[in-house]
């Protein structure tokens, strides 16, 4: 059909300018940063916290002999050492995660509208948005996920760094490892 080919074809080959997109990425930010902000003086309600609560009171880096999250038990006691809160850390992965999504989606789609729809899909989630702030179910893992993903494009020996730091934060990354090789496989890098 001839007519909707031609419309495939215009909305494939929109695209905004790098000045735009780097306007509506710093709107994006500000609304979720006004939006989540008085998430970070209330206490955390889900049940699982006072586990991670009493995990976190006692753990300390002497303590890495058992396979726990580690990585996000370090990041969140930083965060109650430097900031007086444990969601600060959270709250800074979310925000990083936003950008993060924004650049691989560009990087990968060689398009600054996919990246700025990408950001726009995460920042609607529920899921993202209930959980930006939380401390129990903390987002550091997928964030160093797509940094290594991010990376083989950019600077590939980082990626295999990013890619460890995921796994101590949350083990479910080591099943991600086939498909980032597959990724690795199927891209367009040297």
Do not use: C
Not at 18 to 27: F, G, Y
Not at 71 to 85: A, E, I
Not at 161 to 187: D, E, G, H, Q
């Amino acid at each position: 059909i001839p007519s909707l080919s031609k419309l495939f074809e215009k909305i494939f080959s929109f695209e905004i300018s790098k000045k735009v997109s780097l306007v509506v990425m710093a709107i994006l930010l500000v609304i979720y940063v006004s939006v989540s902000a008085g998430e970070l003086s209330t206490e955390e309600t889900l049940q699982d916290y006072i586990g991670v609560k009493k995990r976190l009171d006692t753990w300390s880096l002497d303590s890495i002999t058992s396979f726990e999250p580690h990585v996000r038990y370090f990041l969140l006691s930083s965060s109650m050492t430097l900031f007086g809160s444990y969601k600060i850390a959270a709250f800074l992965a979310s925000i990083a995660l936003l950008i993060v999504t924004y650049l691989i989606t560009t990087t990968i789609t060689q398009k600054r509208f996919a990246g700025i729809v990408s950001t726009i899909i995460l920042l609607q989630s529920s899921v993202f948005l209930d959980y930006s702030t939380t401390v129990s179910y903390t987002n550091f893992w997928v964030l160093f996920y797509l940094i290594s993903l991010y990376a083989i494009y950019r600077f590939w020996p980082l990626s295999p760094v990013a890619y460890l730091l995921s796994i101590p934060s949350k083990a479910l990354t080591v099943a991600f490892l086939p498909m980032s090789i597959y990724f690795i496989l199927r891209s367009n890098i040297s």
